[in-house]
């Protein structure tokens, strides 16, 4: 047995997949909007369809938490130390199970750990590379609310420990503030499975460290920072833009940590420049 992973395609096409991995505490809806504009765009551009993909995440939206057995050891503190590594396995073996060698590997917060931890596993598999609102360093001290919260989360067997997520605090951007946006994000959560909610933190804290990665990205890269990220704005986002060759940086201005649904035309413009640069150069190579 491996990890499962509910698959949902927005768009068929040629060439390689682009596959869209989602945040915390949500699943693959988070990016319905910003994978249509992408399509959108694409078709506005004269750009041949191309598949784009967004499976939801171990434990989130459709898939299956993982049983111990396929997550691994297990940490004094409960969490997973192979998890993210068997994650990020199990998204390469969705695309080699469809035909694909390889994919434009998208992340956002957590997404993007395991958008780094193909490139430190499976290299070869990496045609262009996305980081999204998240960073290459490990948490440090502040991981043990990851624990906190995976507790929380098993011991009321509810959603409410991470309910924060959809809650605007003081400096949040203009959009996190709407009702829409407010409405949208608890719903998304409410539809969780809290058991999933805490497998998703253990896996996260156990992570493999991640700080060497960037400079070993050659694929044509985007970052993409919400200059009102309180984890990962510019001041984080950009110093890791500048240690992979030939990264593009774009910082969005009154944006949080969710880019891709606070301002999804931003983002799916920048990931249908990233898509033009991995056909330029593999039509080149």
């Known amino acids: 047995m491996a990890i499962e992973l509910a698959n949902h395609i927005y768009r068929d096409g040629e060439g390689v997949p682009v596959v869209l991995m989602n945040a915390y505490p949500v699943d693959h809806r988070m990016w319905d909007v910003c994978a249509k504009a992408l399509a959108d765009f694409a078709d506005l551009n004269d750009v041949p369809d191309f598949p784009i993909w967004a499976p939801d995440m171990a434990g989130s939206g459709a898939s299956p938490v993982p049983s111990d057995a396929d997550s691994g050891p ?66 440090g001290v502040g991981g043990e609310n990851r624990l906190k919260m995976a507790d929380a989360a098993e011991q009321t067997n509810s959603v409410e420990p991470v309910m924060h997520f959809a809650q605007p605090a003081d400096g949040d951007s203009t959009v996190k503030k709407t009702p829409e946006f407010i409405a949208t994000m608890t719903g998304w959560i409410n539809e969780q499975n809290p058991a999933g909610l805490a497998w998703r933190q253990r896996m996260t804290y156990g992570r493999p460290e991640l700080g060497a990665v960037p400079e070993t990205i050659s694929a044509p890269s985007l970052v993409v920072s919400g200059e009102l990220d309180p984890s990962s704005n510019p001041s984080v986002m950009r110093p890791l833009a500048e240690r992979i060759t030939g990264a593009e940086f774009i910082d969005i201005p009154d944006c949080g940590h969710f880019s891709a649904v606070e301002h999804p035309d931003t983002v799916a413009r920048a990931l249908l420049s990233l898509v033009k640069r991995v056909q330029s150069a593999q039509k080149n190579a």
């Open 74 to 139: 297990r940490m004094a503190n409960g969490a997973y130390s192979e998890a993210l590594d068997r994650l990020a396995g199990a998204y390469v073996d969705l695309i080699k199970a469809a035909g694909y060698e390889q994919a434009i590997w998208v992340g956002l917060s957590m997404g993007g750990y395991v958008a780094m931890d193909i490139q430190r596993l499976y290299p070869e598999t990496v045609a262009g590379l996305a980081l999204c609102d998240t960073m290459a360093a490990s948490d």
